[in-house]
Each structure stands twice: as C-alpha cells, then as structure tokens.
C-alpha cells in the first residue's frame, strides 16, 4: 500500500528528486546502482511500469490520486506518494505537471551492444543529436515502425531525460538501447551489420533503391540536427542513402527522416 505524503514547503528535501536535482545528478555516475530518471504523465508512467521498470516514488497532485492516477498508485506497491496543489507543485518542479503525475524511477543497468544487436535485423545509430524532443520523437518511430534496436554515440542526448521520455510516450521503455563506443562502422561490422548513413552526397542513393532494401542487417546512422553526420563518419559506412525531396527543400528535420527511412528499410525484403 502506496503511503500519501502531503507537501506544504517547496524546499522539502523528500522531493528533491523532482525538484532540484540535475539530469546528471540524476544519473549518479557514481554510484550507478542509485541512478533513477523521470516519467512525466500517468501514460508514460504505465508503459513503464508494464515494461518492467521499478517505481521508486511518485509526486501527484491531490486531484489525481483518485482519480488519473489511482491505477498507477495501485500498481506501484509501498513507495511514498508526494502530494500538493497543482500551484505548489508547479512552483516546486518549475513546470506544470503533464497531466498531474511524476514518477521517479530507478535507471535500469543499460545491455550491451552485443546484447541489442544479437536478434535484431534493423537497428539505427543515434550520432550527436542533442535535442531531447528530436530524441523522443526518434524513439517513437522506432518503436512503431519496426526497429529492433537503438545505439546511441556518446554524444547524443540521454534518452531517459524527462523530456525525451514524454516526447516518446514511453517508446524509450519498448525498443532496446544503450551507448556506443569506437568507430560505427567497425563496431557494426563486428556484430554482422552494414552501416547505411542518411545524408546528402553525390554518392548517396535514394532509399528505394533495391541495393538498400536487399541488406540482411542495417545499422541506419542518422546525424545532429543542424550539421548532419561528420565526414568521416559517412566515408567510413558501407552506404549512404538519401530522401528523395520535393520542392526545392534540401532535407528533413532528423525526428522526421528518421520515421521515413525506418518505414521503408523496415519492411521485410
């Protein structure tokens, strides 16, 4: 039975957790074992907790807790439940609460990409992109479309930011994922992928061409969003496909491209 906790000071350090901690805090490098992220909107909250993952607590304003929320509240067993008005609970996190709810969360030890890529027959590499909301968004299409599996460069956003989470609508909880490491293509290679970059070259070819649709296993690399992949990284890929655009417009948003190329490499050869 969950315990309901009645918040009436914003520096209560019960919910630092969803109030003053950074997303590197949050992570805890550290100490990974006391990692946790964030889920935003009882959605969200639900595919995570169908997903597995284990609930640590939940802050939830006092409308909700019979009402959105009394599911998630029963699912989640004896894990404190923070409470408030939605003013002061805005005031506490500094945004309004996506449909009144918070869960915190404990981060899950992330696989190995040995481990992602071991059943998968499309996977795509995440490289460089920074924007949390293109981050979700690419994992809702993998998701929906049929991606196997997500690895993500160094420098890529952390995929179970709050943002990126809701933007996904839990897609993040559904497609296995983690880091890579080295050179993409060599990595790739190694696991018994050809590399496909989505970029703009003399070279590149259109992504209905049947060279592409007649790869076993694809590893798409898809860039940041203003510069694209680097150089060296598209001359290091076994090929480079493009969307073909209408119009006079150059290219896609990445969030966008990414949902049109899983579409057409994700259909069975």
């Not at 970029?199 to 076993?216: G, H, K, N, V, Y």
Request: negative net charge; contains cysteine.
């Amino acid at each position: 039975m969950s315990h309901i906790l009645q918040i009436t000071d914003m520096a209560d350090p019960r919910v630092a957790v969803f109030a003053s901690l950074t997303e590197a805090q949050l992570r805890n490098r550290l100490r990974p074992e006391d990692a946790v992220f964030i889920a935003e909107s009882p959605k969200v909250i639900r595919v995570a907790l169908q997903a597995g993952y284990q609930p640590l607590s939940l802050l939830c304003e006092e409308r909700h807790i019979q009402g959105d929320a009394a599911d998630i509240i029963a699912q989640c067993g004896d894990i404190p439940v923070y409470t408030g008005s939605r003013e002061l609970l805005a005031g506490l996190t500094g945004y309004t609460l996506t449909r009144g709810v918070l869960c915190a969360i404990r981060r899950p030890q992330e696989p190995t990409v040995e481990a992602v890529c071991r059943e998968a027959r499309r996977v795509v590499i995440i490289d460089g992109v920074t924007d949390t909301t293109n981050i979700g968004a690419i994992f809702r299409s993998a998701a929906a479309l049929g991606i196997d599996g997500v690895l993500l460069t160094r420098t890529a956003c952390d995929p179970l930011n709050r943002r990126s989470v809701r933007v996904s609508m839990g897609s993040v909880f559904l497609v296995p994922w983690t880091w890579i490491d080295g050179d993409i293509t060599d990595v790739m290679h190694h696991h018994g992928f050809q590399t496909v970059a989505m970029a703009l070259t003399d070279q590149s070819l259109p992504i209905t061409d049947p060279r592409l649709q007649a790869i076993a296993r694809m590893a798409i690399v898809m860039g940041t969003e203003g510069d694209g992949l680097a150089p060296e990284v598209i001359a290091a890929t076994d090929y480079v496909a493009r969307i073909p655009m209408a119009h006079g417009v150059d290219s896609l948003n990445v969030a966008a491209a990414s949902a049109v190329a899983f579409f057409q490499f994700c259909q069975k050869a």
